[in-house]
Each structure stands twice: as C-alpha cells, then as structure tokens.
C-alpha cells in the first residue's frame, strides 16, 4: 500500500501558489487589453501615392507593434477631413497639408475636436504649378504663373490643341480647387486656355507624362515628394505676387469663390489628423504616430522604389520596414520594434 506523503510549503511559497492562477490569467488578458485600449483604428488613405505608402506602415505597426484592429479606409483630401470633422471617423489621416483643409477641419482643430499628433514630413511639403523644365530654357521670358499664362500654344490641349490646357488635377482634391482659383484668377479662359479635368490621379500623372516625354508643354498642379518629380525635371513657377493669407483663407482655397486674386501658394506643413476620440483611448499608440515623421528623402525613395516595381503601398510598407530600421525605430520603444520585426 502506497503512503501519501503531505509536503508543507513555507507561507511564502504557498501564497505564491495560490496567486498563479491569478497571474496566468492577468497574463492572458494582458495583450487583450491592450488590443482593447487601442481598439479598432481606421486610417484613411488618400488616393495618392505617399498617402497610400504612409497609411499601410500606420496599419502595420499599429497592428503589430500596438495590438490595434486596424484597417485602411480610402477616400480624398476635402471629404475625408470633413468626415473626420463631423462623424469621427476615419480615426486617422495620416497626410493632411495645411493648405487643403477645409474650414471645417480648421475649426475643429480649433476647438479640439481633432488633434494635429505630428509632422508626417520632417521638411514638410511643396505644391503648386509646374511646366517643364526644358519649357523654361526654351522660354526665359516665362518666369511666372502669369507669364506661362502668355503662351497658351506652348501647352497645348490634346483635344483642342487651338487652345492651351491647364491641368488642375483630380475633382476632390484640395490642391484641385486651389489650382482652379487660380485658372479664374489669371484669367485663364480669356487667355486661351482650357480647364481640363484629368479625371483620377492616374489620368493626372499621365497627362504630364505623355507630355514631356514627347517634348510637350504641360502645365498645371503638382507636389512633392513624389516619385514623378523625381524622374521628370519640372519647375515650379511663383506666382509673382507676394503670399496674402487673407485673401488665401477668403477666396483661393475656396472653390465658390468667384474672384480669387492671383496669390503665391504658401508653403506647407504636412501634418497626421486624429480626432479626439482615438487620441483619448490609443495610449502609446497615439504617442507612435506624434514621432512617425518621415525625412523626405525617405519618401521620394520609397516612392521611386514603388513606381519602378510596381508595387503597392502594402509592398512599399514592407519594403520600407525591412530594410529602412535605422529609420523606423527612432518612432517605438525596442520592445514594440522587437514585435514589428517579427511579424516581418
């Protein structure tokens, strides 16, 4: 017959014992509650491409790095702002140039509703009309918006070529309205150009493309940093006035404004939106993105890299995190780049 032997443990390690189970379980809600404290986060991504790239290394690192539920939602400058303004949702736009927002966007930054967390670019960002560079040298006299605005047979319009054609981008883009005040303010249509809508960002980017490399005048709206300034040497022309803020909050970003005055278009800070409500629950995760700001060479390399394999910004996200840690860690605590590597 088998004896049982009763073995006594000091107190110390029986209080031990009788608190394992509390502990196992406090460690198996742990990364629960933090999902939680994050919940679930929608970003938006405008339909560009450094907008794009921006949001799918949000989402990768949100979700990797801070337990988020997070997902990516699409939709333009104006609409998405607003949405942000008066629904709250998306959580975060991740792109937002100052020069864009909406008066609704303003106000509410204002009044708290929506919160600036950062800068997404360390050097900020430069919009405005563009020709081509070899349009320039050709042409001295063309210094200005307004000079341009003498030559509509240097930019033709494929489909009128009596006349010139004024690019002004995609409808629901912000720089979009402002490039169209500024068609109203030189006075375009008397100048014999056409305002001509290039339909999406693709149908923008080829009507510069399809242009230079035949030689072609273009002219109309662009930014940087992006990958298409990077292959095609373009300049951007000032406006020859000198930048009034007034008159840019009255009329030039204004799109019902019927007499907008030629205006120099500012420089622009580049910041990441979130509205209130998730920078109250997000805890380390919103402190992730008030340092996530990209160097701008970064971008345009990135961006490059993107437009050369085709790639998407999910793929452009990856590569970048793969190989770029010298850059992205600077944004996380080395536990958190620890959990980013090895969802790689």
Request: charged share 20%; hydrophobic share 40%.
């Amino acid at each position: 017959m088998k004896t049982t032997k009763t073995v006594a443990f000091p107190s110390s390690t029986r209080s031990l014992l009788a608190a394992t189970p509390l502990l196992l379980g406090l460690a198996c809600i742990a990364p629960t509650a933090l999902a939680a404290d994050c919940g679930a986060v929608t970003i938006a991504n405008m339909n560009w491409a450094s907008a794009e790239l921006l949001a799918e290394v949000d989402k990768f690192i949100l979700e990797n790095g801070y337990g988020c539920d997070a997902s990516i939602v699409l939709g333009d400058t104006v609409p998405t702002l607003t949405s942000m303004a008066e629904k709250g949702k998306p959580d975060v736009a991740p792109e937002s140039w100052t020069s864009l927002r909406p008066p609704v966007t303003v106000a509410n930054i204002g009044e708290g509703k929506l919160l600036i967390a950062g800068k997404a670019f360390s050097e900020g960002g430069v919009q405005g009309i563009y020709v081509p560079r070899f349009i320039v040298e050709q042409h001295p006299d063309i210094k200005t918006i307004a000079d341009a605005f003498k030559h509509p047979e240097l930019f033709p319009d494929p489909e009128d070529p009596g006349k010139g054609a004024w690019s002004s981008g995609q409808q629901g883009w912000g720089g979009t309205v402002i490039a169209s005040q500024y068609y109203k303010a030189y006075e375009g249509k008397k100048s014999g150009f056409n305002l001509v809508d290039t339909g999406s960002a693709a149908g923008h980017d080829g009507s510069l493309i399809h242009a230079y490399e035949r030689n072609k005048g273009w002219i109309g709206y662009y930014w940087g940093p992006t990958s298409l300034l990077g292959k095609y040497d373009m300049v951007r022309l000032p406006s020859g006035v000198p930048y009034d803020e007034a008159e840019w909050s009255r009329c030039n970003k204004v799109e019902k404004c019927a007499d907008p005055k030629p205006n120099e278009w500012p420089a622009d800070e580049v910041n990441t939106i979130v509205t209130k409500a998730f920078a109250d629950r997000a805890g380390p995760a919103y402190g992730y993105l008030s340092k996530r700001s990209w160097p701008n060479a970064e971008v345009s390399k990135m961006l490059a890299w993107m437009a050369d394999n085709q790639a998407t910004g999910a793929d452009g996200a990856k590569q970048f995190l793969k190989k770029r840690p010298e850059v992205w860690t600077q944004w996380v605590d080395g536990a958190t780049a620890e959990k980013i590597r090895a969802a790689l």
